[in-house]
């Protein structure tokens, strides 16, 4: 395991550490990682990944890596804990797309979808892994579609596990229930934003209602972001507009959305997480964390050079 000091600063706020953090620090400086996936547990931020070879003429993604922090500040590489080898069936050299991953009693399950087969699923004791697949299966494949990209899973108050994920050429959302053991779908499914063309689902809860920010589809070019707002998580969903404010907001601060995270210590605070891909110079691609505000109901997403856990408290 390799330990840096770099990494994303922007994670400090998950701890409530009163410093000025920047927007869109540098953050892993020896690989090609993308599609962010981070999961705070008993005081640990860890964030899965996705990985280019460095062989890669394009896409050519084959495992998940893993990073870990308890501080925010000093992070450790713990390499590959999953791979397209670590599923029973389906091609092992055909490339993935952004996970998922979260615990529930004492077990991480890391939500994976594979180039044209669908969404897998895998399974550890610990958030480390070894990440094994207990169905030998996809979770969900629809092959009259080829692709269903982007998953997330929101576990509500209940304990209910909800998969979003994206569907039929990209064109709908789907929202499923997942069974009691988060290994299947459980039958019970929405289809959401039909022939929108939505993708990167993330999703918080706020005041009893649920909030879902996303993407449009259009490739390597930016677009606007859109939140959308239900009293039920499995819809109508309605959207409410383009929650990003200042400059460049119409692009979504040419990034995409990923993550929303609650702030540990702070009410009615959350951070959103956006990947920045630069086309033309894919090494500089970062990350982006911004802070969600909420005032008289209604949900901003303000941009931010640099700043500290003490918007929220104005």
Not at 149 to 163: E, L, N
Not at 164 to 182: A, G, H, K, R, V
């Amino acid at each position: 395991m390799k330990t840096y000091s770099f990494f994303r600063t922007a994670f400090l706020l998950l701890c409530a550490i009163p410093v000025a953090l920047q927007a869109q620090r540098p953050a892993v400086q020896t690989k090609y990682t993308a599609d962010p996936a981070p999961m705070v547990y008993n005081d640990t931020v860890f964030l899965y990944t996705t990985h280019d070879e460095d062989d890669s003429q394009g896409f050519k993604m084959l495992d998940w890596l893993l990073y870990s922090s308890t501080d925010m500040v000093n992070w450790t590489d713990h390499g590959t804990v999953a791979s397209l080898k670590s599923f029973k069936c389906g091609a092992k050299d055909h490339g993935h797309w952004a996970p998922q991953c979260f615990e529930r009693n004492g077990k991480f399950y890391m939500y994976c979808p594979i180039h044209g087969q669908g969404i897998g699923v895998l399974v550890s004791d610990t958030p480390y892994g070894p990440f094994k697949d207990p169905i030998g299966k996809p979770l969900v494949w629809q092959k009259e579609h080829w692709e269903d990209i982007d998953p997330t899973v929101f576990v509500d108050d209940d304990g209910r596990a909800y998969q979003f994920y994206s569907s039929e050429n990209n064109e709908t959302m789907y929202i499923s229930l997942l069974t009691d053991d988060y290994l299947k779908p459980s039958g019970r499914f929405t289809r959401n934003f039909v022939k929108e063309s939505r993708e990167a689902p993330a999703v918080f809860k706020y005041n009893g209602k649920y909030y879902m920010l996303s993407s449009g589809c259009t490739g390597w070019d930016p677009n606007v972001a859109e939140i959308a707002v239900a009293d039920s998580i499995m819809g109508t969903w309605k959207t409410i507009g383009n929650p990003c404010t200042g400059p460049d907001a119409d692009k979504t601060f040419y990034a995409q959305s990923t993550y929303v995270q609650p702030v540990i210590g702070k009410k009615d605070a959350y951070i959103a997480m956006f990947d920045r891909w630069k086309k033309k110079d894919l090494e500089d691609s970062r990350y982006v964390w911004l802070p969600v505000l909420v005032k008289d109901g209604k949900i901003t997403i303000p941009w931010h050079e640099k700043w500290t856990l003490s918007i929220f408290d104005k």
